[in-house]
């Protein structure tokens, strides 16, 4: 695998359910990121994490939980989410957190929240 | 802070002709400025990126783009515009915060 990769790449779930989207990335890079990304509208950021400290968070709801157990890996739990929380949802890391650096990003998980 | 705009949420053009996407950004400190192109089910890979030095950058694919500090602009050009080139673009800026992105332009390209 190389780049950013992330499971599942489509997921249906209802109201009531407990998932989690997977990110991995075999860059070496030392920040993650997660965006939200729905129709019309600019890209989210939503967390931010740097040598898997936790750094932003952007007022998200509780319902979405990130975990970042090593500077590979990135995950986003979701528990008792709502129809507009459908989206499609991007992972990305860079070098570094500071500006200057681009962002690599997953192909993303479609989600879909009934 | 910053902040993106995208003039135009769609741009259609004819095969060959030239493509031309406009971002004006808004900055309290100097600009680092991106572009990104977003093809159907695939997430944003980077086309290029301005930080210092040159003002006329190029990226992949055959585009460029112009950093005018006094327009505050950005914008986004290829000569001569390729079937393969209709997706989603996105200009962002950063500065002193993380990336800060545009609404996005869709481009269509006519045969």
């Known amino acids: 695998e190389t780049g950013v990769t992330q499971t599942p790449r489509h997921l249906v779930m209802g109201m009531t359910n407990k998932k989690s989207l997977k990110c991995e990335q075999h860059?070496?890079?030392?920040?993650m990121y997660w965006y939200k990304q729905s129709a019309k509208k600019p890209l989210e950021l939503m967390f931010v994490y740097s040598l898997e400290e936790r750094v932003e968070n952007n007022s998200v709801p509780s319902r979405f939980s990130p975990e970042c157990p090593n500077s590979s890996h990135l995950f986003l739990h979701l528990h008792t989410l709502q129809p507009e929380d459908s989206a499609l949802y991007l992972c990305?890391?860079?070098?570094?957190?500071?500006?200057?650096?681009?962002?690599?990003f997953g192909p993303g998980t479609r989600l879909t929240v009934t | 802070a910053q902040s993106v705009t995208q003039l135009g949420s769609h741009v259609s053009v004819s095969e060959g002709a030239l493509v031309l996407l406009r971002c004006n950004y808004s900055?309290?400190?100097?600009?680092?400025l991106f572009w990104y192109v977003q093809y159907p089910n695939q997430g944003l890979q980077l086309l290029l990126k301005y930080t210092t030095g040159a003002t006329l950058v190029k990226g992949i694919n055959g585009f460029e783009a112009e950093f005018k500090k006094s327009e505050t602009s950005f914008h986004l050009t290829k000569p001569s515009a390729h079937m393969s080139d209709a997706a989603e673009y996105f200009c962002?800026?950063?500065?002193?915060?993380?990336?800060?992105f545009g609404k996005g332009t869709r481009l269509s390209v006519i045969a």
């Open positions: 900055s309290s400190v100097p600009p680092y």
């Open positions: 860059l070496g890079h030392n920040a």
């Open positions: 962002a800026v950063t500065g002193n915060t993380p990336l800060v």
């Open positions: 990305a890391s860079s070098q570094d957190r500071k500006e200057g650096y681009e962002q690599y």
